[in-house]
């Protein structure tokens, strides 16, 4: 479970990579049958943004505090390995020095920092889900560890134990731990399993209705307007009316009933292929950059985001991309058709777990001069075929 966990949390790493379609083949039927059900579809969803730049401070603050859980806990994890091993070859006995002096299980703790870490950087509700699965599994591992640790050395790892905490420091465990719970552990565990998962779940539904709240939207009767870099919605607002009354463009639109659900891109947004499938170029398992994207993500988590698009060429790294796209005045415009239960328009509605976007197609248009450039029918699907993926 626990290796499942990563695979999945790292999802976003193989997406990236030649093995993509390998990884799908076998990973999309399970997305699918949770998307079929009503119980389940919201596990395939994603709670935070992923394709524009945070709205807001909060959510700025979420999406670095990810990149710093998953490498803090990745350092204390590795460094506490380390020290674990050496004990092991030099036959010191137990670690019981640098943080296991504190915490009788700091390797778990460091996990559990980089799953949190990784359910922020890849926002799937499936990976926080799993992620509350594998604390469960930790608590047991380690609950076993200590009787076996009990059976072989006896006095002493019980004194080791009266003086540290499990998972955190003693003084803390003893403040969220009171007299009556300690006599009856078991309720405390499954008390805390239940808050925490009410907590982690709930906080990421609220998240999520905070992104779409918060999303730089421009509405007009049935067309909606998503502007992906943070300085695009001015020319959205300035120009998406004369855009929409483009001949190609209306008579488009008028095949199919609204509401309508525009992103409003770069030429050149390197993670278009998330929003529809727009060419081969920009399915990222296509590029030969992923280890420039990998350090982007996790080291520089707004730059791909807010600039960047272009691609100097295939094997160019990410800052020596292009920043054309972003300056120009060309934007791509990706439009959807949105079927919503509620047949509603509203933001909530439009960004809904439930609802269904199709793409319709794409168009290319210079948003100066009002003029369109070139336009494109799409497939239903995005680059990675019917894979459930980020819509904000």
């Not at 036959?91 to 915490?103: D, E, K, N, S």
């Not at 460091?110 to 870490?117: D, N, V």
């Not at 990222?284 to 707004?302: E, N, S, V």
Request: hydrophobic residues 50%; charged residues 20%; positive net charge.
């Amino acid at each position: 479970m626990i290796f499942l966990y990563f695979v999945i949390g790292l999802e976003i790493l193989i997406m990236i990579s030649p093995f993509a379609a390998f990884f799908y083949a076998a990973f999309n039927p399970f997305l699918f049958s949770l998307a079929r059900h009503d119980a389940t579809r919201w596990l395939s969803a994603f709670f935070l943004p992923h394709m524009v730049s945070p709205p807001g401070l909060l959510l700025s603050t979420v999406r670095v505090a990810g990149s710093v859980l998953f490498v803090l806990g990745a350092v204390i994890f590795l460094g506490c390995a380390f020290q674990v091993y050496a004990n092991k070859l030099l036959r010191r006995g137990v670690a019981t020095r640098g943080l296991y002096q504190f915490i009788r299980h700091p390797q778990y703790l460091g996990l559990g920092l980089t799953g949190l870490g990784l359910a922020i950087l890849w926002p799937r509700y499936l990976v926080l889900v799993l992620w509350l699965v594998m604390l469960v599994l930790y608590d047991l591992l380690a609950r076993d560890e200590e009787r076996r640790m009990l059976g072989q050395f006896r006095d002493s790892y019980r004194e080791y134990m009266d003086r540290t905490g499990m998972f955190l420091p003693k003084m803390f465990e003893d403040i969220f731990g009171s007299r009556r719970a300690a006599r009856r552990p078991g309720v405390r565990r499954a008390l805390a399993i239940i808050v925490l998962a009410g907590v982690t779940v709930g906080g990421a539904f609220a998240l999520r209705a905070y992104t779409v709240s918060k999303l730089p939207l421009w509405s007009n009767g049935p067309v909606t307007t998503l502007a992906i870099l943070p300085g695009d919605l001015p020319k959205v607002e300035h120009r998406m009316d004369a855009v929409l009354e483009l001949a190609e463009i209306r008579s488009r639109m008028q095949r199919s009933a609204g509401p309508f659900l525009v992103y409003f891109v770069p030429k050149d947004y390197i993670m278009q292929g998330m929003i529809a499938d727009t060419g081969g170029e920009w399915r990222l398992y296509k590029q030969h950059h992923a280890g420039a994207m990998i350090a982007d993500w996790i080291f520089h988590p707004f730059r791909h985001l807010e600039g960047g698009h272009g691609m100097a060429g295939h094997g160019a790294p990410l800052d020596a991309m292009s920043h054309a796209g972003m300056n120009g005045t060309v934007r791509r415009l990706i439009f959807f058709k949105v079927e919503t239960p509620t047949r509603g328009s509203r933001a909530a509605d439009l960004f809904a777990i439930d609802a269904n976007r199709t793409p319709l197609f794409a168009a290319d248009v210079d948003v100066h001069e009002v003029r369109l450039e070139g336009i494109q029918d799409l497939s239903t699907g995005t680059g990675w075929g019917r894979v459930p993926t980020p819509v904000f």
